[in-house]
């Protein structure tokens, strides 16, 4: 969701205080940021350019046309592709100027497949793919969705391609706090008349389909990150509980973020890179 582009925020900074990246693994939003610092950009065009596409998504939930009969899908994702084409071209895998893993799901096997070759942009679009909202991608016998089904925060995956020494992003808070609408003691007196009606109380009550598949997603992230603790010499963790997962009008303030925790960690970093040298 939009409180993946913290990561956009960790990776100015380490790139602004000489943190090497020799190699870089992702899934779902951090794939997005993790493909284009791999393609070579600098720290100050990195947060320029994916301010300048993902303005250009706008809310691309409240665009009707983008909505399909739901068969497999919720969303036909047409906003989305097309930022992904213009922002990676024709760049592929395993050509970037870092070494970039890019995490996905595959539904048939309940495997974890990592990409490490072919288009970059249908790669990260393709681990981006949340179940039941963009349609699953065919990629080389594997139906594949979002790699947060099963590997949010791809620590191991690092490990396994011979990282020493793993700076982790985590983005998933322990706790929701913008999950459900405002109890109906916080809402407006218009809102307080509606909810007279059951059918409005019921829907103030419950969280729609997206922030019940993204947040049922988090709870799977929140496991999956604690299994890997063992292998993560510093986690990040920028405070973004407070921002809605929903909301793509908060770019600035999410990097802010990002930056914010990032340099509360750097001593960390520096010693911890220091012993494992």
Not at 18 to 45: H, T, Y
Not at 177 to 202: M, N, Q, W, Y
């Amino acid at each position: 969701g939009a409180r993946g582009m913290a990561h956009v925020g960790v990776i100015k900074v380490l790139l602004e205080e000489g943190i090497p990246l020799d190699l870089v693994a992702g899934s779902s939003m951090g794939a997005v940021v993790a493909a284009a610092f791999a393609e070579g950009r600098p720290a100050k065009r990195l947060v320029e350019d994916m301010k300048h596409h993902w303005d250009s998504l706008g809310n691309f939930l409240l665009d009707v046309r983008d909505y399909n009969f739901p068969r497999t899908n919720l969303l036909r994702g047409r906003k989305i592709r097309r930022m992904i084409e213009v922002a990676m071209k024709e760049s592929r895998i395993e050509e970037t100027q870092v070494p970039i893993y890019v995490v996905c799901t595959d539904l048939i096997t309940g495997q974890e497949v990592v990409l490490s070759e072919g288009p970059l942009g249908e790669a990260i679009r393709t681990s981006g793919s949340l179940p039941g909202i963009f349609k699953p991608t065919w990629w080389d016998g594997h139906l594949l969705v979002d790699g947060a089904v099963l590997n949010k925060v791809p620590a191991k995956v690092l490990k396994e391609k011979g990282a020493r020494y793993v700076i982790a992003v985590n983005v998933t808070p322990e706790r929701e706090t913008k999950f459900v609408s405002k109890g109906i003691d916080e809402v407006g007196f218009f809102s307080r008349c509606l909810c007279r009606i059951p059918a409005f109380k019921e829907w103030l009550q419950y969280p729609n389909i997206f922030r019940i598949i993204m947040r049922s997603l988090s709870v799977s992230g929140l496991h999956q990150s604690r299994a890997q603790k063992d292998l993560i010499d510093v986690e990040i963790k920028p405070r973004i509980e407070d921002f809605d997962f929903l909301r793509f009008d908060q770019f600035d303030q999410l990097v802010a973020a990002g930056e914010e925790a990032t340099r509360k960690a750097l001593p960390e970093i520096r010693k911890s890179l220091q012993m494992n040298q």
